[in-house]
């Protein structure tokens, strides 16, 4: 597995959690109906590069051909949203085993600060989430965190969380994906990369 290389920054990054629902109506009660949540949310990202100098050039053209099109995977961050808000001190591990879903409790954290804010990314395991509410330690650096997506696998208790360029593991979308050559002494072609999660890392 590769990781995106650091020191090349896109000028544009657009993240989105893609949710999976589908919705059911009656057309005898005037359309009402009902909504399910499936399983299987998962991350997108469409990353545009502005100007490269020839060595960036040569690194991302690099990288793209070992990406090896769709059969590749990559870790990569928000470079957006890199640092969290909140005062994510100290040394966070999982609390207590047979957690799923879309709460977790930690302990190990900054005592009796907002950890994380709404809006933060932390990385567990190999599964990106983004925290849908703050989330506040107690006086013994304990709190619980409420987030999307949702777990796929249960963590084992001191699993570590990471929340400084928290990564997930994402694939590019086909095999169209690459960029143009300038001869210029500056690499000005513009391009993008779109990338989807590949939810089987």
């Not at 893609?18 to 997108?44: H, I, M």
């Not at 047979?98 to 567990?124: A, E, H, M």
């Amino acid at each position: 597995m590769l990781t995106f290389p650091d020191g090349i920054l896109p000028t544009e990054c657009a993240w989105q959690l893609v949710s999976r629902s589908k919705q059911f109506k009656n057309p005898y009660t005037n359309g009402g109906g009902q909504t399910l949540a499936l399983p299987g949310v998962y991350w997108t990202a469409t990353l545009t590069f502005g100007v490269l100098t020839r060595a960036q050039a040569a690194l991302m053209a690099g990288f793209i051909a070992e990406m090896n099109g769709m059969a590749g995977s990559m870790q990569i961050w928000d470079h957006a949203f890199a640092i969290p808000q909140g005062n994510a001190g100290g040394t966070p591990v999982v609390d207590g085993n047979g957690q799923s879903g879309i709460t977790l409790n930690i302990r190990g954290c900054t005592p009796s600060v907002t950890w994380l804010k709404t809006g933060d990314y932390f990385q567990l395991g190999n599964q990106l989430h983004i925290m849908t509410a703050d989330a506040a330690t107690d006086v013994t650096g304990r709190c619980t965190l409420r987030f999307r997506a949702p777990m796929r696998q249960q963590p084992a208790d001191g699993t570590a969380l990471i929340t400084i360029k928290p990564k997930a593991i994402m694939r590019l979308k086909d095999d169209n994906q690459g960029m143009r050559r300038s001869t210029k002494k500056l690499v000005i072609s513009s391009f993008s990369l779109e990338l989807e999660e590949d939810i089987t890392a």
